[in-house]
């Protein structure tokens, strides 16, 4: 972890591989970092690993889930609950099961502000 970055309450980073949490990054409560999987297509169900990187001032929201080998560039944002099987470009948000591009992180904050109470 970085300077001035954040793992929330009940977060689970499990590190079978790296896990960086860069400077000013987010990782909000009980979000899932998993390093490791198995490789299905072998009868041995071998273990497979890949680091995990959460970039400069990235957001994860609450409950996402971080598969190994994804890295999560700088400003970018995954929804609450998404589940990240591929890495997500420098300020686009994602969301969903599996997680989609959505946006990108100013017009989020943007339409978010525009919908409801919340400030930019």
Same mark, same amino acid.
């Given at each position: 972890?970085?300077?001035?970055?954040?793992?929330?309450?009940?977060?689970?980073?499990?590190?079978?591989?790296?896990?960086?949490?860069?400077?000013?990054? @987010?990782?909000?409560?009980?979000?899932?970092?998993? @390093?490791?999987?198995?490789?299905?297509?072998?009868?041995?169900?071998?273990?497979?690993?890949?680091?995990?990187?959460?970039?400069?001032?990235?957001?994860?929201?609450?409950?996402?889930?971080?598969?190994?080998?994804?890295?999560?560039?700088?400003?970018?944002?995954?929804?609450?609950?998404?589940?990240?099987?591929?890495?997500?470009?420098?300020?686009?948000?994602?969301?969903?099961?599996?997680?989609?591009?959505?946006?990108?992180?100013?017009?989020?904050?943007?339409?978010?502000?525009?919908?409801?109470?919340?400030?930019?």
């Amino acid at each position: 972890m970085h300077d001035g970055a954040a793992l929330g309450d009940r977060a689970n980073a499990y590190s079978l591989a790296e896990i960086e949490i860069c400077e000013g990054a @987010t990782v909000a409560q009980e979000t899932y970092l998993c @390093t490791g999987t198995h490789d299905l297509t072998s009868p041995a169900m071998n273990l497979m690993v890949g680091k995990i990187t959460v970039g400069r001032n990235a957001f994860v929201g609450a409950r996402a889930f971080v598969l190994p080998g994804v890295s999560i560039a700088e400003d970018a944002v995954v929804g609450a609950c998404a589940v990240v099987s591929r890495s997500v470009e420098r300020a686009d948000v994602v969301v969903g099961a599996p997680a989609r591009v959505v946006g990108r992180r100013k017009e989020a904050v943007s339409l978010a502000a525009s919908i409801g109470d919340l400030k930019p």
